[in-house]
C-alpha cells in the first residue's frame, strides 16, 4: 500500500490525547481547545514533488512543506519552533519533531489506509492514537 493524496481526513476518535499534551507541556487553554476541535488533515503533491500536509481546524490552520528525508523547521499547532524530518515506510509518514530544551522530542506516526489515517504520537513516553476518516 501507499500514501494517500488528495483525500481529506477528518477527526474521528482520540485516545490519550490530554495526557499526550501535558507530556509536552502543552498549556491547559490549549488542551482545551484541542479535546474539542476536529481536524481535517490532507497530503497533497505539489508539481515541484514536495509534499503538503495541512491541517485545518476551527482555531487555526497550518500547513508544512517538506522533502523526504530532509530536515526542516516546523512551528507547531502550539507556536513552538521544531526541526522535523519526515520519512516513508510503506504506506506510513514517520515524522520525528526535536525541539529546543523546553520541548520534548516527539514522533508521529500516520498511517495511510482508504478508509481511515490513523495517527500515532509519542512523547516522553506518551502515547495517544487518533483515528481520521475520509471526509466524504
Request: proline content about 3%.
Amino acid at each position: 500500500m501507499s500514501l494517500i493524496f488528495d483525500q481529506k481526513f477528518k477527526l474521528e476518535t482520540s485516545e490519550n490525547f490530554d495526557e499526550f499534551c501535558k507530556a509536552l507541556g502543552v498549556i491547559e487553554v490549549m488542551r482545551t481547545l484541542g479535546k474539542v476541535m476536529s481536524p481535517v488533515v490532507e497530503l497533497t503533491k505539489n508539481p515541484d514533488g514536495k509534499h503538503v500536509l495541512t491541517c485545518n481546524t476551527m482555531i487555526r490552520n497550518t500547513s508544512i512543506e517538506f522533502n523526504l528525508n530532509e530536515e526542516f523547521v516546523e512551528e507547531t499547532l502550539d507556536a513552538h519552533k521544531v526541526r522535523s524530518i519526515i520519512t516513508q515506510k510503506g504506506n506510513k509518514l514517520v515524522h520525528v519533531q526535536k525541539g529546543s530544551s523546553n520541548r520534548k522530542e516527539t514522533t508521529i506516526i500516520r498511517e495511510f489506509e482508504p478508509d481511515q489515517l490513523k495517527m500515532t504520537l509519542t512523547a516522553d513516553g506518551v502515547t495517544c492514537t487518533r483515528i481520521y476518516k475520509p471526509v466524504k
